[in-house]
């Protein structure tokens, strides 16, 4: 127990750390990432207007055809999903914050798909 709650306070001081230069935008929101152990979660937040401008996640009803929604399948489709919600809303740059979690695993697969969809960062 108390090892969990130390790798999460490390990771609340590294959300911290981060966010402290971190700021979207209207016109370059802040593409913001959250996992839990069954799924991942995805927003593009403009933190001057305080609004949230698309979000989506593995509970969406699109990621339905997904067997399993906590490994890095589920995060590329995620990836792919918010930068097609993106593109919709004429947005191609964002500021990536991931969250205070490791840049490895399921945060890079979402990064990557979210580029490789055309979003720039």
Known sequence: MARTAQKLI????????VRKKIVGTAQRPRLNVFKSARHIYAQLIDDTAGITLASCST?????????????????????????????EKNITAVVF??????????????ADAARESGLLF
Do not use: M
């Open 59 to 87: 509970l969406s009803t699109s990621a339905e055809s997904l067997s399993y929604t906590g490994n890095i399948a589920a995060a590329v489709h995620v990836g792919k999903e918010i930068a097609g919600l993106a593109k």
């Open 10 to 17: 490390t990771r609340i001081k590294r959300k911290v750390r």
């Open 97 to 110: 914050d991931r969250n205070g979690f490791l840049y490895h695993g399921r945060i890079k697969a979402l």
